[in-house]
């Protein structure tokens, strides 16, 4: 897998939210908004290219896997540790 680009999709804006793989048309947004997070994570970690593109394609397979099944619950994410008040 390449690391994400820019690929002439607008961006959102700031505090926009951000986009999931399970809703129609939008892996692309997501694997451009995400991948490029992650592959640049893996390289500060000075993972070599080849390993930093693998383990962003298996980081983001797994996400758009667990996301089916996510249900977003505001109740827990207010009281998640480190979550302002």
Request: charged letters at 30%.
């Amino acid at each position: 897998m390449r690391p994400p680009h820019d690929s002439g999709h607008p961006r959102q804006p700031p505090g926009a939210a951000a986009p999931r793989p399970d809703q129609p048309g939008r892996l692309d947004a997501f694997v451009e908004h995400y991948g490029s997070k992650i592959y640049e994570w893996c390289r500060r970690w000075n993972l070599q290219e080849a390993d930093a593109q693998d383990v962003t394609q298996n980081v983001l397979l797994k996400l758009a896997e667990k996301m089916r099944d996510f249900e977003y619950e505001p109740v827990r994410a207010a009281s998640a540790p480190g979550s302002r008040p």
